[in-house]
Structure formats: C-alpha cells, structure tokens
C-alpha cells in the first residue's frame, strides 16, 4: 500500500538576502565589512540583501569565507527562494488561462 505524502511547500518566497541582512546584524557587521572580507564591491553586497543579485556558487564560497557559514546552506536558500518564485509564477499562468 502506498501512502499519498505531498511535500508541503511555502508560496512566500524568502530571498535569501534576508538572512544575510540578519547575519550581518547579529554579528554587528556593515555591508562594507562584508564586502571587503569577500573581495567585492559593498554594491554587490546589497544587490544580494534586495535580491537583485543571484548567490552563485562563488559568491556563496566567498560568504562562507567571511562569514564561516556554510556555501551550501546559502545555494539551499537560493535554490529554494528561486523554486518558490517558479511555483508561484506558473500557478499565477495557470489561474490566468
């Protein structure tokens, strides 16, 4: 017997900026000291806390680097706000036709 066990998801995307900003804050940090200590621009930074930037891979090696938290966990953050994004882009076509 099979059980019917659907993955509950979020439709409030959480760009993982937020938990950045929150980071930052907790550990009284600018977004220049962060942006120093990751060897980019205190541009960057910010386009990443507003979600204009996407956290790659690199960026996220560079986060881990400055802040000692793991890369992984901001890729996880990323893929799941970008998910979120496309799930509610596609129910909003959906509802639309």
Same mark, same amino acid.
């Given at each position: 017997?099979?059980?019917?066990?659907?993955?509950?998801?979020?439709?409030?995307?959480?760009?993982?900026?937020?938990?950045? !900003? &929150?980071e930052?804050e /907790?550990?009284?940090?600018? =977004?220049? *000291?962060? $942006?120093? %200590?990751?060897?980019?621009?205190?541009?960057?930074? !910010? &386009?990443?806390?507003? /979600?204009?930037?996407?956290? =790659?891979h *690199?960026? $996220?090696a %560079?986060?881990?680097?400055?802040?000692?938290?793991? !890369?992984?966990?901001w890729?996880?953050?990323e893929?799941?706000?970008?998910?979120?994004?496309?799930?509610?882009?596609?129910?909003?076509?959906?509802?639309?036709?």
């Open positions: 017997m099979t059980t019917n066990n659907p993955r509950l998801f979020s439709d409030l995307p959480i760009p993982p900026g937020e938990n950045l !900003a &929150e930052l /907790a550990k009284g940090m600018t =977004t220049q *000291e962060l $942006a120093d %200590a990751m060897g980019t621009s205190e541009q960057s930074v !910010a &386009e990443i806390i507003r /979600a204009e930037r996407l956290i =790659t *690199e960026i $996220a %560079a986060i881990e680097k400055a802040l000692g938290i793991r !890369a992984g966990f890729i996880g953050l893929a799941n706000y970008r998910d979120t994004l496309a799930r509610l882009q596609d129910r909003e076509a959906l509802a639309g036709d």
